[in-house]
């Protein structure tokens, strides 16, 4: 029992002493493990007037010596906080025979102006074995037979062995914690080997599946959990802290308008609509239900899923450009796709998830993409500017682009302009670019066929810008 006390000097004549613990046990307690206060602070005793409820720091009591004892956990007193001397005594737990004191450590301390810290301590044996299978600790003055000082005594708590410390719940625990850690969820227990079977087995597995199809969860988990378990463990999950980072899904054909916003567990937190950003709480129960299955395509096909920091840097991103990250017109580096983080790796997914096997830029053949001198990290309107200052004859470099080597490399039902066409307009390259960016998943040959046709149209621009910046300085020397 925590209470507040205030240093004051006083005389021992006149008043009711009493010890008191300043601070509360952090819970659980192991065997072998220091016994500490709340928050890892160390335990204290104070020298307390009953009448006054002040600490006293002065007269020869303020410097009593103390000593620590455990009591049984169902001691009260037959007059709940005033028991006697005899009543205290009897209450207070021995070894069991053969074994080490109940307490190691130093269980005397030294008071100094009516304050005393409790050392390094710890529990030899568990309470299992006692009546009320609780202790409480004690502490009571030695050496002072003149002035009555009562005790004092701590809420009851339970002692495990330290091997139950490998099996202890973690509160709050994390996403990465193995899902035994719930409450409820025993290790290699009936719960835990279900959870498994279903490729449940961290707690960030558990909420994802608690809020995308809890049902099914509850099915996993079947009858032999009753429904307040299944209360306790969902509330002890829930307390788990979840990082601020979000997650943007927009389906296919809704060009980047309208999609979903989720957290790391699959939780809905609003939507993008129309290229704004909408909270949970402002939806319709509609849009709520669409949002959720949005939520389950998602993850279904997590490599077109984007991230963001934060709220914040979402709906900074929808607000300051309505008109991103939407329409195709756009350039992609104003959008979204650039201020957000990369994709995140596969690894968030969930593992009751299946998902292909991913591919790095090598497996495409683009060893030789960063050393070219055109890059689509620009406005729009440069292509514009490249086609106006082009103003040569490009047909010899129209009859190498169209060799056999490049060709190859081409879906067989793309097709390029003919070799006497112009591809230097603004809306050539950008439609290609633009369906290249904006195509489904695909196989992994079909994919570096996609990457290696962007790689050559934009090797063919940057073929041309540079015959005709040479054409135009040969001009200003001719």
């Known amino acids: 029992m925590k209470r507040n006390y205030e240093k004051v000097v006083q005389a021992s004549e006149s008043r009711s002493l009493q010890l008191h613990f300043l601070n509360n046990l952090s819970l659980p307690v192991f065997t072998g493990t220091k016994i500490e206060g709340e928050d890892c602070s160390t335990m204290k005793v104070a020298l307390v007037d009953a009448l006054t409820n002040q600490i006293v720091n002065s007269g020869p009591e303020s410097s009593s010596k103390v000593e620590i004892v455990v009591l049984e956990g169902d001691f009260d007193g037959e007059e709940a906080d005033n028991w006697t001397i005899e009543e205290f005594r009897n209450n207070i737990?021995?070894?069991?025979?053969?074994?080490?004191?109940?307490?190691?450590?130093?269980?005397?301390?030294n008071f100094k102006e009516g304050i005393g810290l409790i050392g390094e301590i710890s529990f030899s044996d568990n309470s299992s074995w006692t009546r009320s299978r609780k202790f409480r600790l004690g502490a009571?003055?030695?050496?002072?037979?003149?002035?009555?000082v009562r005790e004092a005594k701590s809420e009851s708590f339970i002692v495990r062995d330290h091997r139950g410390e490998l099996y202890k719940k973690?509160?709050?625990?994390?996403?990465?914690?193995?899902?035994w850690r719930l409450e409820k969820i025993g290790k290699d227990g009936a719960f835990h080997k279900r959870l498994n079977r279903e490729n449940v087995h961290t707690v960030k597995d558990f909420l994802t599946l608690l809020c995308i199809d809890p049902p099914r969860l509850r099915n996993i988990l079947g009858s032999g959990m009753s429904a307040k378990m299944w209360e306790i463990t969902v509330d002890h999950a829930r307390t788990c802290i979840v990082?601020?980072?979000?997650?943007?899904?927009?389906?296919?054909?809704?060009?980047?308008?309208?999609?979903?916003?989720?957290?790391?567990?699959?939780?809905?937190?609003?939507?993008?609509?129309?290229?704004?950003?909408?909270?949970?709480?402002?939806?319709?129960?509609?849009?709520?239900?669409?949002?959720?299955?949005?939520?389950?395509?998602?993850?279904?096909?997590?490599?077109?899923?984007?991230?963001?920091?934060?709220?914040?840097?979402?709906?900074g991103t929808s607000s300051h450009?309505?008109?991103?990250?939407?329409?195709?017109?756009?350039?992609?580096?104003?959008?979204?796709?650039?201020?957000?983080?990369?994709?995140?790796?596969?690894?968030?997914?969930?593992?009751?998830?299946?998902?292909?096997?991913?591919?790095?830029?090598?497996?495409?053949?683009?060893?030789?993409?960063?050393?070219?001198?055109?890059?689509?990290?620009?406005?729009?309107?440069?292509?514009a500017q490249i086609s106006n200052s082009i103003i040569c004859d490009t047909e010899s470099m129209a009859q190498a682009f169209y060799d056999d080597e490049h060709l190859s490399f081409f879906d067989s039902d793309c097709t390029l302009p003919s070799q006497g066409s112009s591809l230097g307009s603004q809306a050539d390259l950008h439609s290609a670019v633009s369906s290249f960016l904006l195509a489904r998943p695909a196989p992994v040959a079909i994919a570096q066929r996609r990457w290696r046709m962007l790689f050559n149209v934009l090797k063919w621009f940057s073929v041309r810008r540079k015959v005709a910046l040479k054409r135009t300085q040969s001009r200003r020397y001719t």
């Open 93 to 109: 737990v021995k070894e069991r025979e053969g074994k080490k004191p109940l307490l190691s450590g130093d269980v005397f301390l």
């Open 170 to 179: 973690h509160h709050p625990p994390s996403l990465l914690d193995e899902v």
């Open 243 to 315: 990082d601020k980072r979000l997650y943007l899904y927009c389906p296919p054909g809704s060009h980047q308008k309208t999609g979903v916003v989720f957290n790391v567990v699959g939780q809905v937190m609003g939507i993008l609509l129309e290229c704004q950003y909408v909270p949970l709480d402002k939806l319709s129960e509609p849009e709520k239900a669409d949002a959720y299955n949005l939520v389950v395509s998602a993850f279904e096909h997590w490599d077109e899923v984007v991230s963001f920091d934060d709220e914040k840097s979402l709906a």
């Open 321 to 383: 450009s309505p008109s991103r990250p939407c329409t195709s017109s756009s350039s992609m580096a104003d959008g979204p796709y650039v201020t957000s983080k990369p994709l995140p790796s596969p690894d968030v997914v969930p593992s009751f998830f299946s998902i292909g096997g991913g591919s790095n830029l090598d497996d495409f053949a683009l060893q030789g993409f960063e050393n070219m001198d055109l890059r689509y990290d620009q406005p729009s309107s440069f292509v």
């Open 140 to 148: 009571r003055v030695v050496d002072n037979d003149e002035v009555r």
